[in-house]
């Protein structure tokens, strides 16, 4: 349920990488005093998710790698742009950087401790 083996696919690490994006944009309004609503925030890359990733997912693509997370990243950045009428591109590097880092440590845990098979001990 949690993998496609035909692409790689793990919506474990999908997920995961929802739950940081959607803690990086709380922590942003907090630090920033955001006027804008987390729906405000969050919509630009969740519609680009929920056209990007199905798209990669069809393509035979692994839609939970993180170059694929990566790009929602930078398309859903560059959605929020143009919808505000404004480029911030330390916004943008922040954003990329932190996750980057978050999705990579995901993945690194992932790899060490998640979806092992059973030792038989």
């Known amino acids: 349920m ?5 692409t790689g696919t793990n919506l474990r ?3 995961g990488d929802f739950a940081l994006l ?9 630090s920033h005093d955001s006027s804008a609503s987390f729906g405000e925030i969050l919509l630009p890359f969740a519609a680009v998710a929920a056209l990007l990733l199905p798209a990669l997912h069809y393509g035979g693509r692994d839609t939970s790698s993180l170059p694929a997370w990566l790009a929602v990243i930078v398309a859903g950045a560059a959605l929020r742009f143009t919808l505000n009428g404004s480029v911030a591109p330390a916004f943008l ?6 996750t ?7 993945r690194l845990a992932s790899e060490r401790w998640g979806n092992r098979p059973p ?3």
């Open 93 to 98: 590097a922040v954003i990329t950087g932190y």
């Open 13 to 15: 690490l999908t997920a």
């Open 119 to 121: 030792s038989g001990r």
């Open 100 to 106: 980057f880092a978050t999705s990579g440590l995901l």
């Open 22 to 30: 959607c803690l990086f944009i709380l922590q942003g309004m907090r």
């Open 2 to 6: 949690w993998t496609n083996p035909e």
